[in-house]
């Protein structure tokens, strides 16, 4: 069975909602959307106070061109523009709507017809992408008309769909390709056509043996289209990894991912396509997994964007008593939040509400230097140096190191036996050497 | 001869060449230097906190040597003492210079600012600040890990147990500023010191709306303007919904501490008001 070649880790999956179906969330009260939920700069407000808006409405506008389009996830009376503490804690700018009714506009089809041939040319599909405000919702929320067009002298060959999951816990990439096969071929087809090229591979881990089967008998209606059963290894999901694990090829330090001739898009994000070409609508709902062991009812929901995770964690069951941590996103990579009441957006792939138990981090104790991190780190990185050179304020070492290699995935502090937060310093003094190396450049161009 | 002779012999001649060696180099490539500098250095304190703005206690006595005059420069540590007598030894005339202090302009302990939830990473402050807004509702005030505290070469800095919060030792403390570059929040300021270590100052520096900032602490300054209008001296500005006093043009009325309705600004090492109870607030302080 094929997997990536360097390091990662295969920790316990916990797929507690896998071969749970879609369940439709009910519709907040108020929705509360960021203006930020991409990467790149924050989109811009193109709706006042006391405006009526449908669902599917341009609420605020791509603010450059590493940006994206946000629409309005539900129908009523935009509130207010105003700061919102999220997730995080801090208060970023975002627009508050009062739902009223859930009326669409018109243009979105929202029928259940398959509509599987597509007429427009590359350039337009894209156009489409861009206007549906289309971002990378495996988790890096990347707009993705900009991975579509790649820089002129390096030339996609194929096609590579993340279906792989490799997240303890989350399931709703699962649920999705179990439930919308048709439509995520159809999806997959229209990003070929986008990129001109007629080979895609669709990665998909072992641990879904449904999904592989039903994209199997799918793909035999679809011309180069194939799927690809991988070894469950964390993180298999890393663009990077997913690149060598499925066509062998291992992306160069600092070079862009496409330069090994692979454009990687995540298989939910096939999905949005489909919808956003095919059927007019724009990404406004997303399906997000709530999970956890004290959880009365986890499951994989169904759930507009800009909805409080209060209100998500309320459809499945209400918030255990026992609740220690509420992780957005998966165990892994997903952050630790305090304020529930923020709402979700773009990227929110799951809900993980951890009981007290299983809660809390090990006291650090020094490391015994087993280079267990070494052999973990998927980048080939030495996560133990690293993690020392940024708490003594090395960043020189860090530098030549390649810290700014590390794609956080955690491996080094999940493997690492004397608990030590590896990743907590990595992931700080990565930013700083980002800063850093971004200041030089600017002052070498003066 | 025997054995210890020749050795003794070998050994010496060795030395000697070596030295006559070392003296002629010593003498060929001989760097002259002002033996002034190593006179100054002696006389400062060596805490090579790089509060003066130059590269160490050395370069400071090297930039005092080569000056014209000695305006504008201060080693805040040693303070005017020190300067004074540098000029005494350099034979230029002295500028006294203000004396300056470390203020920590975050008053949120676990009493006024309650805990939302229990941090388990890595205990630097900088780190925290870089995930989120930390264990309690306020995104701007203190987050205790003492990253303050590690760069101070003086020692004048800790973490006061009982608050969580900072403490700056005033007598100690040179104001070199090294902590308030360290602060990810900005909440150190070098301020002033007024007589006595008196001085009168916000100690809050949360920028959100009144509403969400007193949500998070009782004792938030929410911008409300009361002590800008008390102010007869124009030392106090509200900005960014938080409010300011220019040590500089501050008098220490301390009328503002008065009508703050959240008790956001403090006065500290005053003597207690004769009339009036000392607040709360002022007590813990000069603790």
New interface residues.
């Given amino acids: 069975m094929k997997t990536f070649r360097i390091g990662g880790v295969h920790p316990r999956e916990n797929k507690l909602t896998a071969g749970a179906p879609i369940t439709h969330a009910s519709l907040p009260k108020q929705a509360i959307i960021l203006l930020s939920q991409h990467i790149g700069a924050p989109a811009e407000a193109i709706v006042a106070k006391g405006d009526m808006v449908k669902v599917g409405t341009l609420l605020a506008k791509a603010n450059g061109f590493v940006s994206a389009n946000i629409h309005s996830p539900v129908s009523g009376k935009v509130a207010k523009i105003d700061n919102v503490t999220d997730a995080s804690g801090y208060q970023k700018p975002a627009i508050y709507i009062d739902v009223e009714g859930d009326t669409w506009e018109e243009s979105i089809d929202r029928s259940d017809a398959l509509i599987s041939s597509c007429n427009l040319d590359a350039q337009a599909i894209i156009n489409k992408i861009d206007q549906m405000g289309i971002v990378g919702i495996g988790g890096a929320t990347f707009p993705t008309k900009v991975k579509l067009m790649p820089p002129p002298n390096m030339k996609p060959e194929v096609l590579i769909i993340n279906a792989v999951e490799c997240e303890p816990y989350l399931t709703n990439d699962h649920a999705l390709m179990l439930a919308k096969a048709d439509e995520i071929m159809v999806g997959v087809e229209i990003l070929m056509k986008a990129i001109n090229v007629t080979q895609a591979y669709i990665g998909i881990e072992a641990n879904k043996p449904d999904a592989i089967e039903l994209l199997k008998h799918k793909a035999q209606e679809h011309k180069g289209i194939e799927i690809v059963r991988l070894q469950c290894r964390y993180p298999q999901g890393g663009e990077k990894q997913l690149i060598d694990a499925v066509i062998g090829r291992q992306v160069a330090s600092g070079a862009l991912p496409v330069s090994t001739g692979a454009v990687v898009q995540n298989v939910a994000t096939a999905y949005a396509v489909y919808e956003a070409v095919q059927k007019n609508k724009p990404l406004i709902e997303r399906i997000v997994t709530v999970t956890g062991k004290s959880l009365a009812r986890p499951g994989n929901y169904l759930a507009r964007i800009g909805m409080p995770v209060s209100q998500l964690i309320e459809e499945a069951g209400g918030l255990p008593e026992n609740t220690g941590k509420i992780v957005l996103g998966g165990p892994m990579m997903g952050r630790a939040t305090q304020n529930i009441e923020a709402p979700t957006s773009k990227g929110t792939s799951g809900i993980l509400v951890m009981d007290d138990s299983e809660a809390h981090r090990i006291e650090p104790s020094p490391c015994i230097r087993c280079a267990k991190c070494v052999a973990a780190c998927p980048m080939g990185l030495e996560p133990y140096l690293l993690s020392k050179a940024v708490a003594i304020g090395n960043y020189e070492i860090a530098e030549e190191r390649r810290i700014y290699d590390c794609i956080e995935c955690g491996c080094c502090s999940y493997s690492c036996p004397a608990h030590r937060q590896l990743l907590d310093y990595i992931r700080y003094g990565k930013g700083k050497v980002m800063g850093i190396i971004r200041a030089r450049n600017a002052e070498t161009k003066k | 001869m025997d054995i210890i002779t020749i050795s003794i012999i070998s050994l010496a001649s060795i030395g000697a060449i070596a030295a006559l060696i070392l003296y002629v180099i010593a003498q060929r490539f001989k760097v002259e230097e002002d033996p002034r500098i190593d006179e100054v250095e002696q006389l400062l304190p060596g805490a090579n906190c790089g509060g003066c703005g130059k590269a160490g206690c050395r370069n400071f006595a090297e930039s005092c040597v080569n000056a014209h005059s000695l305006e504008g420069m201060l080693c805040p540590v040693g303070g005017n003492e020190t300067m004074k007598k540098i000029a005494s030894v350099l034979g230029k005339e002295a500028h006294e210079a203000e004396a300056r202090v470390a203020v920590v302009r975050c008053n949120g302990t676990c009493q006024y600012r309650p805990r939302?939830?229990i941090y388990?990473?890595?205990s630097?402050c900088?780190?925290i600040n870089?995930?989120?807004?930390?264990?309690t509702?306020c995104?701007y005030g203190c987050l205790g890990c003492g990253d303050c505290v590690s760069v101070c070469s003086l020692g004048a800095i800790s973490i006061d147990p009982n608050t969580g919060l900072p403490v700056v030792d005033i007598d100690i403390c040179g104001g070199c500023g090294a902590c308030a570059r360290a602060c990810p929040r900005n909440i150190i300021e070098v301020r002033r010191k007024g007589p006595k270590g008196r001085g009168v100052y916000v100690s809050c520096v949360n920028k959100?709306k009144g509403g969400?900032a007193r949500k998070a602490c009782d004792v938030a300054c929410i911008g409300c303007g009361k002590c800008a209008k008390e102010c007869k001296f124009e030392a106090i500005t509200i900005a960014n919904n938080v409010s300011y006093i220019d040590s500089d043009k501050c008098k220490m009325c301390r009328k503002c501490v008065d009508v703050c309705p959240t008790g956001a600004i403090l006065a500290v090492n005053f003597p207690p008001k004769k009339v009036v109870e000392p607040t709360e607030t002022t007590t813990q302080q000069k603790q």
Avoid at chain 2, 130 to 135: E, I, V, W
């Fill in positions: 939302t939830g388990e990473g890595a630097n900088a780190i870089s995930l989120y807004a930390g264990n509702g995104a959100d969400i």
